[in-house]
């Protein structure tokens, strides 16, 4: 049985100052590839690199993993949290980058993170539409919208999908726009036609072959919540109601505890990634849209500014969830309450 992590934390442990100092500290393919890669030099008992597959114009996708790799006497649970699978939603891949520094630069002084790394594995996919990130496109390099390419409920026109793809291998059409009705993205012929979404799904199906895959978490910018399944128009299946109980749990904490709100969305989608990974491997799932509705990108670029701002804003959410990763892994109610650094979270904008 693996003990709950404690609830006191060191003062001198919660280096978030460390952590994304500069406004303008975005990241492009290159910048986070060099990054990540600095993670591997600088903590390699820490840090594996792996990469799950590559785009559509060949640039490679890669997982950072973060456990104490010296720690092995035990089975350890996972958890995966991705972003950037809309290339144009930039935070929601540094919301990825900034929390795995944060990880590694208080292992070993903050007691609550060292226990995570020592009984827990992190999976972070921080870039899953690289193409779309260095074209600042919702899209990849097929037109594709990635996010309505998993197998659950596809295709539907009622969930804002349509099944496109490349006309005659050469024509991109990302999307339908319907007035006075709705946007229709293109979410391509067939699930996991593209091979982002291929390369994602051969991850969750690894972790879920491991076992101990506690939760998964799929960022996006900018509609300021956190949303749980279902988002399809037609689930396959009802979820049970202490499922039901713990979405709720996470939702309200998240609420109650930062600036991010629990309103559902206000529209459907078919072929997510959440759904798909909580249809697959029945695990709470969560779409968190960080930043606040002012810096939508819909469909070309969002404004980014105050970088270091939002970043705080999402640590509590990853903490929260981190603390609790056995809970919700066995489906019970997620009460253990993060320890957070000063400053965290902060003030919301004015």
Same mark, same amino acid.
């Given at each position: ?20 100092k500069r ?12 990054? $990540? ?33 010296? +720690? ?9 949290i991705d ?63 990635? +996010? ?55 991850? $969750? ?19 300021? +919540?956190? $949303? ?23 939702k309200n ?98």
């Amino acid at each position: 049985m693996i003990r709950r992590p404690p609830r006191s934390t060191p003062s001198n442990s919660s280096a978030a100052s460390d952590v994304y100092k500069r406004q303008d500290e975005y990241h492009d393919y290159d910048s986070m590839v060099e990054k $990540i890669n600095s993670f591997n030099q600088k903590y390699p008992s820490l840090v594996d690199l792996i990469r799950i597959g590559e785009s559509v114009s060949g640039r490679d996708i890669w997982c950072i993993e973060i456990t104490n790799e010296k +720690n092995i006497s035990q089975s350890k649970f996972s958890c995966l949290i991705d972003g950037c699978i809309h290339g144009n939603e930039w935070e929601a891949g540094e919301s990825c980058l900034y929390l795995a520094e944060y990880l590694l630069i208080n292992f070993g002084s903050n007691m609550s993170i060292t226990h995570i790394l020592n009984t827990s594995i992190v999976y972070i996919v921080p870039l899953v539409n690289p193409d779309g990130r260095e074209d600042n496109t919702r899209w990849n390099s097929n037109g594709i919208d990635l +996010n309505r390419n998993f197998d659950i409920d596809f295709g539907n026109l009622r969930g804002s999908s349509i099944r496109l793809g490349k006309l005659f291998g050469v024509v991109k059409i990302p999307y339908i726009r319907i007035p006075y009705y709705s946007v229709l993205y293109n979410c391509g012929r067939k699930p996991f036609s593209e091979p982002e979404t291929q390369a994602m799904k051969g991850l $969750i199906e690894m972790l879920k072959k491991q076992g101990g895959f506690s939760f998964y978490v799929n960022c996006h910018t900018a509609v300021h +919540n956190i $949303i749980t399944p279902w988002d399809a128009v037609k689930p396959p299946f009802e979820m049970k109601t202490q499922e039901r109980k713990v979405f709720d749990a996470v939702k309200n904490w998240v609420a109650e505890n930062t600036e991010y709100e629990k309103t559902p969305l206000r529209y459907r989608a078919s072929g997510t990634a959440t759904d798909w990974c909580f249809k697959e491997c029945r695990i709470p799932c969560f779409t968190f849209e960080m930043l606040s509705r002012d810096y939508e990108p819909w469909i070309y670029a969002g404004k980014h500014d105050h970088l270091v701002h939002w970043m705080k804003t999402t640590l509590p959410v990853f903490m929260y969830l981190l603390v609790n990763i056995e809970n919700l892994h066995n489906w019970q109610m997620p009460t253990i309450q993060p320890c957070l650094p000063d400053g965290v979270p902060p003030a919301p904008l004015h």
